[in-house]
């Protein structure tokens, strides 16, 4: 009775399905049948080819391996100095102790006393690292506070931490700009910056480096599209992507220009201050406080991406914004989620170096001081143009007459590079990985203010002999 009962009701569903239906269940039986019963899979005609024992042994000999590395750009080998000890105005290099205008120690923070004890007391406390992701088990109270004290020095809602500042910028674009929106980017941004863009798999639109007309040359092309196909308009965002202050040229980017072109053309914009927390500014919030009454601070940049490595003495990144913006990094920032986060006593040594940019503000116009000081002293060097803003703590030495040719820049460079270090001055030319646009080649200066204004001259002065004996021979001066 049983077998009768789904009997009937299986021969009830056939008569109520719809015909339609029921011929294209027959055409899959039909077909899966035919797939078992009849297809044969794939069999190659050719008889395998046997080869003797001197082919195989030739085939053998003549096989060269692909490098596991592919050859750099670079024209000029890296050289490798050994610094040993601490880093401060000067350093030990190669055995002897040099002139310091290498390190980003903008601050002079390395080594300070406040920052030590607290990095020992941290240690002491919570071990050496946390040996997990934040979101597993590797959020320390450190780093709650770190996030709070960050936010509220850069007065913004919330901030997001890294435990390595490259990985900041390079997962905060793709965690926002996903394949199918659009990236406006400076050709001149730095490498950390690229890796973000290309991860994001957008679609890149470079303008030339802080030309505001070429931008928005590109924003106008945008807005035909959009036009154009209002359906797919609607389901594309668009980022505008600088930095603050560019690593590669030392200027700083029109902020309020590119504030203007945000709010006109619908763009949301991200900053990449790396360089310039801890340097612009009356308190070294960065490019929105140093232009000051032109910007509404915060609240006109939607996203700031900044760097704890270099004015602040520690290690690691953050991300500020809104809460809105900021809680989604911690579920799609992929540094963020499958990092190990910061060592607590990295975080507590950032809370230390915060403290002392709060107490003593004065040590911001100090910096300013310092670099005013060395370029000027640096205007008199023949042969060599300071490029970069006059502000900006970095500084890039750019031949004035090139040779025409990219590999004889750099020798030239280089060899001043050798001959101020034989002097006991360390400086280096530029060096960049696989950048999209490569400025120029330069001789990179960081500027201190643990320099003295006798090191600063002493610096001016080797390196105007320097460039002086390699140029002449060259016929330049």
Not at 51 to 75: A, K, Y
Not at 216 to 224: A, I
Not at 281 to 308: C, P, W, Y
Not at 451 to 469: C, F, T, Y
Request: proline content about 4%; charged content about 25%.
């Amino acid at each position: 009775m049983a077998v009768m009962a789904i009997y009937n009701g299986l021969i009830g569903v056939v008569l109520e399905a719809p015909t339609y239906h029921l011929f294209l269940e027959a055409l899959l039986v039909v077909w899966i049948v035919y797939l078992i019963g009849f297809s044969q899979s794939y069999r190659s005609s050719r008889k395998p080819t046997e080869l003797t024992h001197e082919e195989q042994e030739g085939l053998i000999r003549d096989w060269q391996p692909e490098p596991l590395v592919m050859p750099s750009n670079n024209s000029l080998p890296l050289q490798n100095r050994v610094v040993s000890g601490a880093i401060g105005p000067f350093a030990q290099v190669d055995g002897k102790t040099c002139l310091n205008l290498v390190s980003l120690n903008f601050l002079g923070l390395l080594g300070h006393k406040d920052i030590e004890e607290a990095a020992a007391s941290a240690l002491n406390r919570y071990g050496v690292g946390s040996c997990g992701p934040r979101g597993f088990y590797g959020t320390f109270d450190v780093h709650l506070e770190l996030e709070k004290r960050l936010a509220d020095f850069m007065n913004t809602e919330e901030a997001v931490l890294y435990s390595y500042n490259f990985p900041s910028v390079a997962s905060a674009i793709p965690a926002y700009s996903k394949r199918g929106d659009v990236i406006f980017v400076d050709e001149g941004v730095c490498f950390a910056v690229q890796k973000g863009l290309q991860a994001s798999r957008s679609l890149i639109k470079k303008f030339k480096h802080n030309d505001v007309d070429d931008l928005e040359r590109l924003l106008k092309e945008q807005q035909k599209e959009d036009d154009n196909n209002p359906r797919k308009a609607k389901v594309t965002r668009r980022f505008m992507v600088v930095e603050g202050l560019y690593m590669n040229y030392g200027d700083i980017c029109p902020l309020p220009e590119l504030i203007a072109l945000k709010y006109k053309y619908k763009v949301r914009l991200f900053i990449d201050e790396s360089v310039s927390f801890g340097v612009l500014g009356a308190n070294g919030r960065g490019v929105t406080e140093h232009f000051g009454d032109q910007v509404n601070g915060m609240k006109d940049v939607d996203l700031i991406s900044a760097s704890l490595e270099n004015s602040v003495a520690s290690i690691g990144g953050f991300c500020c914004g809104t809460s809105y913006v900021i809680d989604h990094q911690r579920l799609s920032g992929i540094g963020y989620c499958f990092s190990a986060s910061l060592p607590p006593l990295l975080a507590s040594a950032a809370i230390a170096a915060l403290n002392i940019m709060q107490e003593k503000p004065e040590m911001f116009n100090e910096l300013k001081e310092k670099v005013e000081c060395l370029r000027k002293k640096l205007e008199n060097v023949d042969g060599l143009d300071v490029m970069g803003a006059q502000e900006a703590p970095i500084l890039h030495l750019r031949l004035t007459t090139s040779t025409g040719q990219r590999r004889s820049d750099e020798a030239l460079l280089q060899k001043i590079v050798d001959k101020a270090f034989d002097e006991d001055v360390a400086i280096t030319c530029a060096q960049y990985l696989e950048e999209m646009n490569q400025p120029p080649p330069t001789i990179r200066l960081s500027v201190c203010i643990s320099h003295s204004d006798d090191d600063l001259e002493r610096a001016a002065i080797v390196i105007n002999k320097a460039a002086k004996q390699v140029l002449e021979t060259r016929g330049d001066i």
